[in-house]
């Protein structure tokens, strides 16, 4: 009996760490609204984001997205920054390669240009 309750056991916790959620984060700016989400979860190094951008409650089409991201100052380390622009997947979903040179907390800026309208800016921040 004990037998079969470990493996068991085993099976829940496997299938659990096959189906490892990524990562997900909706952030807003007035009536804009962006959903960040990658397959796996974010690591150092080269990451894909997938931004999905709803401007007045509406899909986002043919909009100009770049991200900038950011990690400050701090005492004894330079500042870092990278700069990438997203390339349109159609359907309001967006594109971009992130590379994340270190763990801790990053600041990221998504800057949006729709084809009408003001340029927008939406910010939020990932722990790595």
Not at 95 to 114: E, Y
């Amino acid at each position: 009996m004990k037998t079969l309750i470990k493996l068991l056991m085993m099976a829940v916790l496997t299938g659990g760490l096959l189906h490892a959620a990524g990562f997900e984060k909706t952030a807003t700016f007035r009536t804009t609204k962006v959903v960040m989400s990658v397959e796996k979860p974010l690591a150092v190094g080269s990451n894909t984001l997938e931004l999905m951008l709803t401007l007045d409650a509406k899909v986002s089409e043919g909009a100009a997205v770049s991200l900038k991201v950011f990690m400050p100052a701090m005492p004894g380390m330079p500042a870092m920054e990278s700069v990438v622009d997203a390339t349109s997947l159609g359907g309001g979903k967006y594109k971009a390669d992130v590379n994340f040179s270190m763990g801790g907390t990053w600041q990221i800026h998504i800057l949006i240009t729709p084809k009408t309208g003001k340029r927008i800016r939406v910010k939020t921040s990932v722990n790595i």
